[in-house]
């Protein structure tokens, strides 16, 4: 017997080295220069920005809004809350910044890689865990994700803690508990949540109180818990549905966004078979067959997933099914459903959103690297040195994959991250020589003036009281009202423009100002000129 357990513990120390080894190369590579690539910042991770820097000085968004829970953003398009929420102790200890912005994704990101190790032990062995959590370490999704802010990629990583813990609470109940308040976050990550979370528990908690896992009595605290903590973003939805105003409360506020377009992206409120099936066919493209996506989710020659992941994916799904339903150990396959159902969770997410992207079925991702793992571990254990194989052939896909991700995708990205524009219009707010400051919406690879005027905020770092016109005075400079100072323009759609400040102008905009002027600087395809006296 003793001999028995100095075996266990010489495995468990084993298995403990291994998992700090694959967690320090997983926190290594996701921090190296990771404030730099992706160089300047995507427009939407300004804007969450800017919300959290506001909330960190006054408690309201930039537009004076007493702690939203949903964020008016575009305006025509709203943002979750929950990852400016969490970016607002790292401003108030780094100040605000691309390092502060990016820092709690990076945390998520660094954090699901532990976790995923901790929900393969918890549905197989140390060893397929281990496996798991390299596969994760090494993922190009997870990778890039973890590396910039985007409101929605927090969904996956606060659903997967609260997956862990639904686990752990099959055999402690207090976790249970705990597993609904994270649950009752997913709603404040990604709009798709409150369509998407509740059926995921509603499926489980049916399986386990007919099976008896769970009792009834059990299952209220959890309905109640969760309810509790999702309430006020369901407000909102309704608020927004039926189109009621805004209410404001001493603690928070629900509001109501008549410009909002976002429910023409859900499937049942605007059905049709040729839409469901152009969803599909969007799940397949995306999750399966990794079609290149935007730059900032995927690299096309690597996909999310890898593409030598694609038989392995297959693989797994069809036998991890098959073993569900031959699984005689009702504990074992309840948690195996559970993983299942998951699963299931993500492919209706993309059954219901309008042709989803990367970004938008994240929450399919984490249960497709179990299941790619699930395929790999059926293929090395019915082929002698199969495992070698595999695993050299990820490592070789790694490599490559960290190569063009430092060098071509770090140059690429810069003309999607507005590097140049940033640059230029933080180098004209600078100057003092003049008072108004005239600034294209033209990106270079967009024409949007929304965008350009939240990028001038962020790169510029105007305080919220400034732009409500509360005050003039930003970054202790006192300048003229925001509204006169700042002009977010398109030249050829100008009646006039006026020869009296700095203008940021895009390459192809210069032959339509009237007057003379003189460059001042350029970066890229940007220019600053002042008209000459």
């Avoid at 969490?86 to 390092?99: D, E």
């Avoid at 063009?404 to 230029?424: G, K």
Wanted: with cysteine.
């Amino acid at each position: 017997r003793p001999v028995r357990q100095g075996g266990q513990m010489e495995k468990r120390k084993k298995e403990l080295c291994v998992f700090w080894g694959i967690f320090a190369l997983a926190v290594v590579v996701r921090c190296i220069r990771f404030v730099s690539v992706p160089g300047g910042v995507n427009q939407d991770e300004a804007m969450a920005g800017v919300d959290a820097w506001a909330l960190s000085e006054y408690g309201t968004d930039r537009f004076g809004t007493w702690l939203p829970v949903h964020f008016r953003a575009w305006g025509y398009s709203q943002m979750s809350v929950l990852l400016s929420y969490c970016m607002i102790p790292f401003i108030r200890i780094f100040g605000f910044g691309t390092f502060a912005i990016r820092l709690p994704m990076l945390l998520a990101g660094c954090g699901s890689v532990a976790l995923v190790y901790l929900v393969g032990k918890k549905l197989f062995s140390g060893e397929m865990a281990l496996g798991l959590m390299l596969l994760t370490a090494i993922n190009p999704w997870h990778f890039m994700q973890s590396r910039w802010s985007l409101d929605c990629n927090l969904l996956p990583h606060v659903f997967l803690l609260g997956f862990y813990l639904l686990l752990l609470g099959l055999e402690k109940r207090r976790y249970l508990y705990f597993s609904m308040f994270f649950f009752g976050l997913t709603f404040y990550c990604y709009g798709v949540a409150v369509y998407s979370v509740p059926l995921f528990l509603l499926a489980f908690a049916g399986w386990c109180i007919w099976k008896k896992q769970l009792r009834l009595v059990e299952v209220l605290p959890c309905i109640l818990i969760f309810s509790l903590v999702a309430l006020p973003e369901v407000i909102v939805m309704l608020l927004n549905y039926f189109g009621r105003p805004t209410i404001a409360t001493p603690f928070f506020t629900m509001g109501y966004f008549p410009e909002s377009i976002r429910s023409n992206d859900i499937l049942f409120l605007n059905f049709s078979m040729e839409q469901l099936w152009s969803n599909i066919c969007s799940i397949w493209k995306v999750c399966i067959w990794q079609v290149p996506d935007h730059l900032h989710n995927t690299l096309p020659k690597f996909g999310p997933m890898y593409h030598i992941s694609i038989p392995f994916m297959l693989l797994g799904i069809g036998k991890f099914t098959y073993d569900l339903f031959r699984e005689k150990d009702i504990r074992r396959q309840t948690k195996m459903l559970a993983l299942w159902i998951f699963f299931l969770t993500g492919l209706w997410v993309g059954l219901i959103t309008f042709n989803v992207n990367v970004n938008r079925i994240n929450l399919i991702f984490f249960p497709l690297i179990f299941l790619c793992g699930y395929g790999i571990a059926v293929v090395a254990g019915s082929f002698r040195k199969a495992g070698l194989v595999v695993a050299a052939a990820y490592a070789c896909c790694f490599v490559l994959f960290l190569n063009a991700y430092f060098t071509s995708f770090a140059e690429e990205i810069q003309r999607n991250f507005n590097v140049d524009f940033l640059e230029l219009v933080k180098e004209a707010d600078d100057r003092s020589d003049y008072e108004k400051l005239y600034v294209t919406g033209n990106m270079d690879w967009q024409v949007n003036v929304d965008m350009a005027e939240i990028l001038t905020q962020y790169a510029c770092k105007i305080d919220a009281a400034y732009y409500q016109g509360k005050t003039n005075e930003t970054g202790n400079r006192k300048l003229l009202p925001y509204s006169e100072r700042y002009h977010f323009i398109l030249p050829q759609y100008q009646k006039k423009l006026n020869p009296d400040g700095l203008y940021l102008l895009h390459v192809t905009e210069l032959k339509f100002v009237p007057f003379t002027y003189r460059i001042l600087e350029q970066k890229g395809n940007f220019f600053l000129l002042c008209p000459e006296k």
